[in-house]
C-alpha cells in the first residue's frame, strides 16, 4: 500500500494542469481525486486512468488493459479505467494530456448523491 500512495504522489505531483490533484486510499491502492472526483488509481504498481468513449480508443491502441481483478466466482474487468501507457508516464506533457482527459470523462461520468429532503420539504 505504501509503494502504491507513493507512487500515486509522484503522479498527482507531475499534474500541473489539474493541481491541486489529491491522493487518497483506495481499496490496496491509492486514487488520485481532484475536486473531489477519483479519475484514477494505482494499484499493483500499474497506474490506470477514466476513460469514455472517445479516449478509450486510444488506451487500446496503445495496447493497454482494463482494470481487472479476480472475483469470487469470476474475473471481472472495469472497462471504465485503462492502465496508462508507460510512454505517457514518462512525458509530463503527454501525462497532463491523458489525465485531462481522464477527469473530464470522471466529471461526465460523475452522479451526485441525491439530496436528502428536509422535514419542511418532506411536509410541502
Given at each position: ?50 476513460t469514455d468513449a ?71
Open positions: 500500500m505504501k509503494l502504491e500512495l507513493a507512487r500515486a504522489q509522484e503522479i498527482a505531483d507531475q499534474l500541473d494542469s489539474l493541481a491541486p490533484v489529491a491522493v487518497t486510499r483506495f481499496f490496496s491502492g491509492a486514487g488520485l481525486t481532484r475536486h473531489g472526483i477519483q479519475f484514477g488509481f494505482v494499484i499493483r504498481g500499474t497506474v490506470y486512468f477514466r472517445e479516449s478509450r480508443p486510444d488506451y487500446v491502441a496503445a495496447g493497454s488493459e482494463p482494470f481487472s481483478y479476480a472475483g469470487r466466482n469470476r474475473d471481472v474487468t472495469i472497462q471504465a479505467y485503462y492502465e496508462t501507457p508507460v510512454d505517457v508516464l514518462d512525458d509530463p506533457e503527454e501525462l497532463n494530456r491523458w489525465a485531462g482527459r481522464a477527469y473530464r470523462a470522471a466529471v461526465a461520468a460523475h452522479k451526485p448523491k441525491p439530496r436528502r429532503k428536509t422535514k419542511a420539504a418532506a411536509r410541502a
